[in-house]
């Protein structure tokens, strides 16, 4: 059994900052990436960063923001700087990883989200 922890979420001011961490627990093998997404009523999730064999942000950040791993914790914190109303949303950690009983399948894992409310 794989378990991803949201923590950090809030309600802010815009221009404010927010510092998200998600850490995986259970059965890991490894892991390949981990990241977040997030996601408003109505509309799909969209990615926000990624960390695997590189860095990736949604076009949205702008310099914004600022993912990073701990691998030896696997954990992963999203650095949210001058958020803005627009930031409003449900964050989703996801790991894509493999476990200990099947070490040859990657596997895709989501937290259970956490609201980040920016007011304006």
């Known amino acids: 059994q794989v378990q991803l922890v949201e923590s950090g979420g809030g309600l802010v001011q815009s221009g404010e900052s927010l510092r998200l961490s998600c850490k995986a627990s259970?059965?890991?093998?490894?892991?390949?990436?981990m990241g977040w997404y997030r996601q408003v009523p109505q509309k799909a999730r969209e990615l926000v960063a990624m960390?695997?064999?590189?860095?990736h942000y949604g076009d949205f950040v702008k310099g914004r923001f600022t993912i990073s791993r701990d691998d030896a914790n696997n954990t992963v914190y999203l650095q949210m700087n001058g958020l803005e109303p627009g930031d409003t949303a449900a964050y989703y950690c996801?790991?894509?990883?493999?476990?200990?009983?099947?070490?040859?399948?990657?596997?895709?894992?989501w937290g259970e989200g956490i609201q980040v409310t920016v007011s304006s």
């Open positions: 960390v695997n064999s590189g860095v």
């Open positions: 259970g059965n890991i093998f490894t892991i390949s990436g």
């Open positions: 996801n790991a894509r990883l493999t476990t200990t009983q099947a070490p040859n399948v990657l596997s895709n894992y």
